[in-house]
C-alpha cells in the first residue's frame, strides 16, 4: 500500500474503537440493561423509583448519536483519519438530525407514560383502599348509618345538608316523639345516626336519660360544644356494645334508607335485644308511599341506598319479635298542592281524595314499637 492510500479497513477498525469508547464513558444503553418488570405505584420504593428517572435521563444523554469529540490516537494518519471523520459527520448529519428528533420524541414519550402510570397507580391504590372499606362494611352487614365524606370526599354533605334540612322543622318534627318517653325513668335512649343530637336535646329538657352515636365528625364536634353525650363511630357496632335489655328506647330518625338491607335488619334485632321488656324502638324514614316523597326528598338526596315501603318496615319489626307495632306519619304536604273538589259530587270527592292519599300523602313514616 502506497504511504498516500488510506487503509479504510483499519479507518473502520479505529472508527468501532473510538465508537465502544464512547459508550464505555457513557454507560451501558437501556437495550443492554436486563429487562425488568417494574410496577409504577405512588407507593412504589423510592429506590426503584429513582433508578428508573436514571435510566430516562441516560436515555436523554444517548438521544444524540453525535456526542463525543473527535480525535485519533495515530500519528502517521491521525490527520486523514479526522479528516474522514469529520466527512462521514458531514454526510450522516441529515440521517442523524433526523435519528435524534426521533430519539428524543421517544424519551419523551417514555417519561409522559411513566408519570400517567403514576397518576393511574395512584389512582387505582386510592379506589382500591376505598373498596376494601365498603367491602368490610358489607361484611359486617353494614354501611354508614348518615353519608360518610371518606367515601367520596368530593361530595360535602354537610353543606348539602346545611341547604335542605331545616333544623327548626326537624326539632318540631321529632317532639311528637317525646310523648314515648314520658318520664325521666323511660331512658337511657340510644339515638342511632343522632345527627348534632337534635333529639337528644329535646329529651334532655324532659330530664330524659338518652346519648347517641355518629360518623360524621363535625356534628359530633358540635353536639359535643352542647354537653350531649354523643360518640363517634358506627352505629350497628354502638349497638351491639349495649348491655342486653339495658335501653329505654332506641330511635333513628332518616337513617335506615341509608342502610343496606341486611343491616337494617340486624339493626332491628339488636333493638329487640338492648331494649328491656317495654322499652320503645322509634324507626322513622321517608314514606315511599307517597308518590310526590319520590319526586322529593327521596330523590334529591343521592346518599340514599334502600327504599323502605312503611308496611316492609313494619314487617321487619314485627318479625324480630316486637310487639303492639303501629306507624306514625308527619310531614303533610302543602295544602295548595292537593287536589281541590266543588264539594257538588260526592264520588267525585272521593276520588280526588284517594287521588291525594296516593300522589300527597304524608312526606314521612315512622315505626313505633315496643320490646
Known sequence: MEAGEANVEALVEDLRREAEELRRRLGPSPSD???TAVRVSAYADRDAATATEARIDRLRALADPRGGPLRSHREAVGGLVLAVKRLLIRLLTPIWEQQTQFDRAAVDAIADLREAQGRLAHEHDDLDRRLRRIEDA???GTLPASFDPAFDPAFDYGRFEARFRDPE?????Q???LAYFPAPDAGPVLDLGCGDGTFLRLLRECSVAGFGVERGKVAVERARAAGLDVREGDLLDALAACADASLGGVVAFQVVEHLTLPAVVR???LARRKLRPGGCLILETVNLASLIVHARAWTIDPTHRLPLHPLTLRFLVDDAGFR???LVYSG???PERRLETSGTDPLGARNVEILNEVL???QDCAVVARG
Not at 169 to 173: G, L, N, Y
Open 138 to 140: 358489607l361484611a359486617r
Open 324 to 326: 303492639d307495632s303501629e
Open 332 to 334: 303533610p304536604v302543602e
Open 267 to 269: 339493626l332491628v334485632r
Open 33 to 35: 440493561a436486563p429487562s
Open 169 to 173: 322543622r326537624t326539632r318540631e318534627k
Open 360 to 362: 300527597f300523602g304524608p
Open 175 to 177: 317532639r311528637r316523639y
